[in-house]
């Protein structure tokens, strides 16, 4: 691609009137309160994920048998309490965070770069891939997410691909409107005119021009595509099918500890909490990233 | 609007249909498992059992004529039978249907009673205490899970307080106040996360009608403020909010499988979710179909309103 002399020169040119998004970012951020709250929230919880094996004080997959040792209340061994199998809670919040993560991560991932791909691809050829491409999103919005998120993760068969495959498709059409949306107001401005005329291919451009100018809706729609992915992963293992014990999930754990929500509530309320805080963190983090970056005025 | 519109849209519907007909239909025939196994049991059963069954229910043609007959039978509105039970799907559906109408309209009513006023309350006062802690609340809303709200409620006036039941389904024409009683923390459960999407919708369609310059001129003609905020803010920030409602009234209707799980009602997602455990291919399929269509008809609905409610919109 260095060959391409033109498209180099085009596309430094376009960069340099960037300036650089992450500190943009960052200093906005920081400037209300709920923006500094919900980027510390969604920190922290990335490194309880991150450093889960470091952190956790027991195996999260030790079971202790014993009427002594099951659903005990927070206490110095076991700082949180221990679950129905005597497992210790704190330990296995931070696997479950860890696969919550992991799985929404994973999905939203996918979606983003094949939304990006397939909708910039749409804008740019036009004409019947571009509406293949956009009939087949508007149909695929047209299914209820659950519904079309439980039948996708039954099909697949449970277990971490199937959520994962699952989430990414029912967020997969949302993105690939938006990227549509944006490629075709970007092909229409001048830089665009002269980068073509240059003759950057369709790759050059895409990376060099089309990315770094959406990228910002982008990011915003990620953030709150998250959220949603975190909720809809507890959603699918509450139901059993996400990830499969014994692996920790906290969606999994909810279920399995409400039967023993009059002996020992707080095997429900912890996990539950977990979930809570990492959707309010990103939730928080999408508010204030998308006043930040002034989207809701572009749409 | 004009009837060309009209006739587009209409068939727009009839093609989402016949691709979530089609989707459902593979997507089920992918999962693995046998419903003839299921049903007779795993082990010890007689090749000719199997082979009657399979006759019986249809699965022993090909997959294409298969999907031909359900298409077939969705037009014609019959379903078949269900595999395990032998009762026909459409009873089953419709008795089910009734328990999730139900249920996601008395969630969609308590979502609306809290976010217009509430909504209403955080933008006059915005930048303010009340509205700091009303946008506040709303975005615990939508950041719990509605199964957690669910638990949440069991634990609190069920178990402790006692004074709602935990969990299960009594007709209302069998016995009205108990009918009540068993609606109340599942719809208090799905309702508060549509009233925290909702409030924060009216609060910033009437932030930002508040900012037009209609209203200025209004104001500047000498309109009362409740002139100018019922009669010029409200009116236009409701459109927004309406459609919102539509959706969340879609959402809702088949949003409900979780909630229905558990407190053991007897609705369209519970009927799903249970019979794709079984393999009951003619009840998954009619559930599902019947969720999607209900959602689809929805947004069909809000469309078709929004034309009428907002005469600048122009219809392509």
Redesign the interface.
Known sequence: MKDSKSGLTSGELQMAEMPNLASVILRNLFRSPAGIFGFGLTIIILICAIFAPVLAPADPLLQNLTRATILQLPNLDHLLGTDPLGRDILSRLFYGARTSLLVAGSSVATAVLLGMVLGSLAATLGGWCDRVTMRLM??ML??????LA???S????RGPVGAIVAIAVVNLPTFTRLARAKTLKINQSQFMTAATVMGAGLLWRFVHHIVPNMINTIIVQTSIAL?FAV?ME??LS??GLGIQPPAPSL?FM?AEA?NF??LA?HV?FFP?TA??LI??GL??LG?ALSDTLDVRKER | MSARWLFRRLFDLVFVMWFMATVIFFLLRVIPGDPVLMLLGMDQVSKEAVAILRTEFGLDQSLLSQYFLWLANIITGDFGVSLRSGIPVIDLVRSALSVTFVLAMFALLIGVALSIPLGIAAARRQGRMTDLALTTSALFGISTPSFVLALLGIYIFSVTLKWLPVAGYVPFLEDPLEALRHMVLPSIALGLVSAGILMRMMRRSVIDESGEEYVRTARAKGASEFKVFYGHIMRNALLPYMTLVGIEAGILLSGTVITESIFALPGLGRLMIENILHRDYPVVQAAVFVITAIYVLANFLIDFLYTVLDPRIKVK
């Open positions: 508007d149909s047209a299914f209820p997410l659950m519904v439980i039948t996708i039954v099909a697949l068969g959220a909720l507890s959603a509450f139901l969606g909810i409400r929500l009059t509530p429900v539950a979930i809570f959707v309010l939730n928080l508010d």
